[in-house]
């Protein structure tokens, strides 16, 4: 079983920053592209930022330069640093993984979430 975990939301003012992490566990062969993605207060999920294994990063127009997504293979983690937080960035901020697994002689690849964690900026 694989699971992805998210830490580091909360509440914070306008202009000011958050660090998110997520974690993958289990039964891990491989991790592919991992990213976060934001689903604001009665709004369709969104795609935020994403990295490949090997760093190439891409973000959604309305967070570059203030957001910055990296990751720690070693570690199977993925970071988002928040900086200049705006009240529309309200939003349950979830972590997306293509995880591989070893299944018996095979290699089964997969795409996990999170829980998700809220991150709330007030004006």
């Known amino acids: 079983q694989v699971q992805l975990v998210e830490s580091g939301g909360g509440l914070v003012q306008s202009g000011g920053s958050l660090r998110l992490s997520c974690a993958a566990s289990g039964s891990i062969f491989g991790i592919n592209t991992m990213g976060w993605y934001r689903q604001p207060p009665g709004k369709q999920r969104e795609l935020v930022a994403t990295?490949?294994?090997?760093?190439?990063?891409d973000y959604v127009d309305s967070v570059k330069g203030r957001f910055t997504i990296s990751r720690d293979n070693a570690k199977n983690a993925v970071y988002l640093q928040m900086n200049s937080l705006k009240p529309e960035d309200t939003a349950v901020y979830y972590c997306n993984a293509d995880i591989s697994r070893l299944n018996g002689v095979r290699i089964a690849t997969a795409n996990y979430w999170g829980q998700g964690t809220q991150v709330t900026v007030s004006s």
């Open positions: 990295i490949t294994r090997n760093g190439i990063t």
